[in-house]
């Protein structure tokens, strides 16, 4: 198992059974839930099918621990090797409001970055809900560039919205 320090008090931490209860209090948390392909409430069983995924080598997950508690989680999935999109990870990035603003989002993106690029994949890609500014603000920031919009490709609050696509290609 590795872990990545970022700080004194930052830390990436493979998720593993024992961490799937905060896992799940998180996707459910109200500022967090309208931002997850699930739709709220989401169930343990669900968290733990998002685990058997992760233990499949489909979708790599890291709690992200400020000291001892899990304040969010950051990862990504992968396409088969031999398909036309092996070369793409599509990463995703949640935490808990009150870590909102502290630079954490920006560490977290260097990491993911760096982890991706360890691993071969030459694009690094997401899609964000079209009114997440702060999301989109932070992705910028990071080098990502807007490729596109799938339109009404979300339900969001009971409405469908759209969808920006995101990437990062790697030189």
């Known amino acids: 198992m590795t ?3 970022i700080s004194t008090i930052i830390q ?3 998720v593993q059974v024992s961490d799937l209860e905060r896992i799940n209090e998180l996707s459910n948390m109200p ?9 709220p409430p989401v169930s343990m069983e669900t968290t733990k099918n998002l ?15 400020e000291e001892e508690q899990i304040i969010g989680g950051a990862g990504f999935f992968v396409y088969p090797p031999g398909t036309r999109l092996s070369h793409t990870a599509t990463f995703f990035l949640f935490l808990e409001p009150d870590s909102w603003g502290k630079g954490i989002g920006t ?21 964000v809900v079209i009114h997440n500014n702060r999301a989109i603000r932070l992705y910028e920031h990071m080098g ?28």
């Open 3 to 5: 872990v990545q320090k």
């Open 144 to 171: 990502f560039k807007r490729e596109g919009i799938k339109q009404k490709a979300y339900l969001f609050d009971g409405e469908f919205t759209d969808l920006l696509l995101m990437a990062k290609v790697f030189p």
């Open 107 to 127: 560490r977290t993106i260097q990491f993911l970055e760096d982890v991706i690029r360890s691993r071969g994949y030459i694009r690094m890609d997401c899609m």
């Open 31 to 39: 500022e967090l839930a309208g931002h997850f392909e699930t739709i």
């Open 12 to 14: 990436y931490v493979p």
């Open 51 to 65: 685990y058997r995924q992760i233990v499949s080598g489909i979708v790599s997950l890291w709690g992200i621990h």
